[in-house]
């Protein structure tokens, strides 16, 4: 089944050459606002989004780490509790990685370069659960969002 994940391995070490500077992205970015915390896991946020562009459309390894590369403008504005907690709703991170790909919203239902279901059909459920947990267990990666 190592092809069903576009090969996260390669995938990771893709990225690594792509994003290069080890600040950016980061796991651990303690976020407050006096009354809420959230722990953003910002590069298994961008490798889990990579890993599902790569599982769910026809984009290479390669082609998935550029598209969130050039969005890195869009993950560093996730910087205090109201935007992560908008985007920690929206799981399942199938739409967020397809809209990034796409660029546009809502995520298309069909398209061509769609390659597994959606997950909020029936065969696609159980389906996401095992492609998102195989890829944020592949280099021991964490949630994206971890609220205390």
């Known amino acids: 089944m190592e092809g069903l994940y576009g090969g996260i391995t390669a995938l990771n070490a893709m990225a690594d050459s792509f994003f290069g500077d080890r600040e950016w992205p980061r796991d651990g970015i303690v976020l407050t606002d006096g009354r809420d915390t959230v722990i953003y896991n910002q590069r298994s946020y961008c490798r889990l989004l990579q890993g599902l562009i790569a599982a769910y459309t026809t984009a290479s390894p390669a082609e998935a780490a550029a598209c969130v590369e050039a969005h890195r403008s869009y993950f560093a504005s996730i910087d205090d509790v109201l ?3 908008l985007e920690s709703h929206s799981y399942p991170y199938y739409y967020a990685a397809v809209e990034l790909y796409f660029g546009v919203h809502p995520a298309p239902v069909e398209h061509p370069d769609l390659t597994r279901p959606p997950p909020d059909s029936p065969e696609g459920a159980a389906l ?6 195989r890829i944020l267990s ?10 205390e």
């Open 83 to 85: 935007s992560a907690s």
């Open 128 to 133: 996401y659960r095992e492609v998102e947990e």
């Open 138 to 147: 592949e280099e021991g990666m964490r949630e994206p969002f971890e609220w």
